[in-house]
């Protein structure tokens, strides 16, 4: 593809965020509910917008007016300051969660929402191993990326020490089966454990993964095994934590995917449908 204007390939002077091969064709212009426009005045039916967070499609009146108003009256401050939306938003987002879950700090990405709670987990427990699953996606930056196994670790260096892989539960491609040829996620997850127990130098801080795995396809955990997850972490001293960046705010029915199987977590990190598309990090 050619930028018009200057007759240079944008791959020319733009870094690709990820993936292979070129930039899609046409240049956007404008979006407006579940439609991106070309310069070129094509119309596209959008499915891809802020990598899965677009819930209110493109500029939603509400949305518009409340981003227009705000930023003419109060933009951004230091850490230490409040505002009137920032203290509304954390009190409605708590209210729709159960106890002990009812503090929040508000960041701007899904990979920083991780950070800070793989940070966290460290500082409570003191340790620092973490265990994810094996076909996991939690972000691009520092600890993220070293919990994720699904795309990002090859051609890096060193991965930090102290990160698991646990196999994933995947009833259609079953990695270890009961006489039936079925899934056998218990089996599954108590070999797991026991060769994280056999690696691990005895500090592990934290188990993080997506109650329903989204860039490793798709995939639901069976009922019955985050309840089995959480105890296996408890047993262990180390915290569960509930990427739910793609699942959160009733996306999967339930306010949260953790309702399905009765599992509260430790922590819990939201992003792409909280903020659909704009930053989750309010003034
Ligand atoms: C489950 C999950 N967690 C975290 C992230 C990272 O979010 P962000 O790209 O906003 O850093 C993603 C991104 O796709 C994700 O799917």
């Given amino acids: 593809m050619l930028d018009d204007a200057a007759h240079i390939a944008p791959e020319h002077h733009l870094v690709r965020y990820s993936g292979r091969g070129t930039f899609?064709?046409?240049?956007?212009?404008?979006?407006?509910?579940?439609?991106?426009?070309?310069?070129?005045?094509?119309e596209l039916l959008d499915f891809t917008s802020g990598q899965m967070s677009a819930i209110l499609g493109h500029a939603h009146p509400a949305i518009v007016a409340t981003v227009r108003e705000q930023v003419g009256r109060l933009d951004h401050l230091y850490s230490g300051m409040l505002s009137r939306p920032v203290l509304d938003l954390a009190r409605r987002l708590t209210g729709t969660l159960p106890e002990p879950l009812q503090?929040?700090?508000?960041?701007?990405?899904?990979?920083e929402a991780n950070e800070a709670a793989l940070r966290m987990a460290k500082l409570v427990t003191g340790r620092h191993e973490v265990v994810s699953f094996a076909r996991s996606w939690h972000g691009m930056t520092q600890a993220a990326a070293n919990a994720t196994?699904?795309?990002?670790?090859?051609?890096?260096?060193?991965?930090?020490?102290?990160?698991?892989?646990?196999?994933?539960p995947d009833r259609f491609r079953p990695g270890i089966v009961d006489a039936d040829g079925n899934l056998d996620w218990r089996r599954q997850l108590d070999l797991g454990f026991e060769l994280i127990d056999a690696?691990?130098?005895?500090?592990?801080?934290?188990?993080?993964?997506e109650p329903v795995l989204?860039?490793?396809?798709?995939?639901?955990?069976?009922l019955g095994y985050l309840a089995a997850l959480r105890d296996k972490c408890h047993e262990r001293g180390m915290l569960?934590?509930?990427d739910e960046a793609?699942?959160?705010l009733c996306r999967t029915g339930d306010w949260y995917a953790f309702e399905h199987d009765g599992v509260v977590p430790d922590i819990l990190t939201l992003s792409k449908t909280l903020g659909a598309g704009l930053p989750s990090r309010p003034c």
């Fill in 24 to 42: 899609s064709p046409g240049i956007i212009a404008r979006a407006e509910g579940s439609s991106v426009f070309t310069e070129d005045g094509r």
């Fill in 246 to 248: 793609q699942t959160g």
């Fill in 103 to 111: 503090k929040v700090m508000f960041l701007t990405t899904g990979a």
């Fill in 240 to 242: 569960l934590i509930l």
């Fill in 149 to 168: 196994y699904s795309a990002g670790r090859a051609g890096y260096g060193p991965a930090a020490p102290g990160n698991f892989a646990l196999p994933v």
């Fill in 214 to 222: 989204s860039s490793g396809g798709v995939i639901e955990l069976p």
């Fill in 199 to 209: 690696q691990s130098v005895g500090s592990l801080a934290a188990c993080l993964i």
